[in-house]
């Protein structure tokens, strides 16, 4: 092989080792650098996911200014409806969505997704003095409450769990436990978790112990080609669970901590309310 061909044959292994040319770099995240600013769309008045009160912003909020920090920036955020936070990201007018985003399939066909930074299902709620319930086994023959028009209602009789009385919102359920009507109540954890937050006089707790087997991973929604800044972020969810940041930003809200049930970072459950 002559020096000619030789330099040709290391030119098109290393396009190759790296992607090619037109991939290697695309400056998106130059881009948000230059700026000094990562523009973040997500839905106002979303409690207690997001909001434009700077008293009480909302869990994804406090996790986007800290996704922010570690990429070196601080964050703005472009308020819209939740049917139209993906096309503000697909038309450019936002970097990022971080707003409780699940990961589905549907979603993987039209954006691209970071690693989940935490898994949400349902919880299980008691009055505060109940220490027998910690689990689903725990509510056969008990009265749990459910909302209606859920797959709670036939997961839980699949589990086992027949004893069911079906109510037509969430505060009818709290208030139904918190007098005693019933002895447990399953819901989604961020809108129950919330609901207690709000009003502490309530006699009810979320059981700890629990941690539901079926969960949509929550991740940052970002453009395809936006690869550079995806890797950043993947960086920045990773140093942040390490930290236990997420968690304690949960906490905050009285959200309970679910790690990512992981399953090629997608879509790992059937079931949502």
């Not at 989940?116 to 003095?129: A, C, N």
């Not at 797959?151 to 505060?171: C, F, H, W």
């Not at 207690?196 to 453009?223: C, M, W």
């Not at 140093?239 to 049930?261: E, H, N």
Request: contains cysteine; positive net charge.
């Amino acid at each position: 092989m002559n020096r000619t061909w030789l330099a040709l044959w290391v030119v098109v292994v290393l396009v190759l080792g790296s992607g090619g040319l037109a991939g290697a770099a695309d400056g998106s995240l130059a881009r948000v650098k230059k700026a000094g600013v990562l523009t973040v769309c997500a839905v106002d008045g979303l409690l207690p996911y997001s909001s434009s009160d700077k008293r009480t912003p909302g869990f994804e909020v406090e996790i986007a200014q800290a996704v922010a920090r570690e990429l070196g920036v601080a964050v703005r955020h472009h308020w819209t409806t939740w049917d139209g936070l993906i096309p503000a990201l697909t038309s450019k007018r936002c970097d990022a969505i971080i707003d409780g985003m699940f990961i589905t399939p549907e979603r993987q066909k039209v954006i691209a997704f970071s690693r989940p930074y935490y898994g949400s299902g349902e919880t299980i709620l008691v009055r505060k003095d109940n220490t027998t319930i910690r689990g689903l086994a725990d509510l056969k023959g008990k009265r749990v409450g459910v909302l209606s028009g859920s797959v709670t209602v036939e997961y839980l009789r699949k589990k086992g769990i027949a004893t069911l009385v079906v109510y037509p919102d969430q505060n009818t359920i709290i208030l139904e436990l918190n007098n005693g009507r019933i002895e447990a109540a399953y819901l989604e954890a961020p809108s129950a978790a919330w609901a207690l937050k709000k009003d502490p006089t309530l006699n009810i707790k979320i059981v700890k112990e629990y941690v539901p087997e079926e969960r949509f991973n929550a991740a940052v929604g970002l453009r395809k080609t936006d690869r550079e800044l995806l890797d950043a972020i993947n960086a920045a969810v990773t140093k942040l669970g390490q930290r236990g940041t997420i968690a304690r930003i949960l906490g905050k809200y009285g959200v309970p901590f679910y790690p990512a049930k992981l399953s090629s970072f997608g879509m790992v459950c059937t079931h949502h309310t």
